[in-house]
């Protein structure tokens, strides 16, 4: 079992950035996969990014590839997501995730992650 919870949400103008920060419990975090997702209101979850457990590959959505990056600090048990170029579209709840699956790919579908956040709210202003 691993607790999640993200911070470093606000309000941003467009243009601007943000890092939000997610910190995990336990012992195992370095053998997650861990996830961002994000929920505007009144639509689905979407997936945002991606850093495995091995390698420490990553994957993007292309809506934020070249603005967004993610990485991880193991010795710290905690995911990071840097947002640069922030768009009033990136305007969601963000959602930490993890997934113990092992997977040999890094898994894109919310339903493959096994723990969730509470979740953080990034507003950016036009």
């Known amino acids: 079992q691993v607790q999640l919870v993200e911070s470093g949400g606000g309000l941003v103008q467009a243009g601007g950035s943000l890092r939000l920060s997610c910190a995990a419990s336990g012992r195992t975090f370095s053998r997650y996969t861990m996830g961002w997702f994000r929920q505007a209101s009144g639509k689905e979850h979407e997936f945002v990014a991606a850093?495995?457990?091995?390698?420490?590959?990553?994957a993007y959505a292309d809506s934020v590839k070249g603005r967004f990056t993610i990485s991880r600090d193991n010795a710290e048990n905690t995911v990071y997501l840097q947002m640069n170029s922030l768009k009033p579209e990136d305007t969601a709840v963000y959602y930490c995730?993890?997934?113990?699956?092992?997977?040999?790919?890094?898994?894109?579908?919310?339903?493959?992650?096994?723990?969730w956040g509470q979740g953080t709210q990034v507003t950016v202003s036009s």
């Open positions: 995730a993890a997934d113990n699956g092992l997977r040999a790919t890094i898994p894109r579908n919310k339903y493959e992650y096994a723990y």
């Open positions: 850093i495995s457990w091995s390698r420490g590959s990553t």
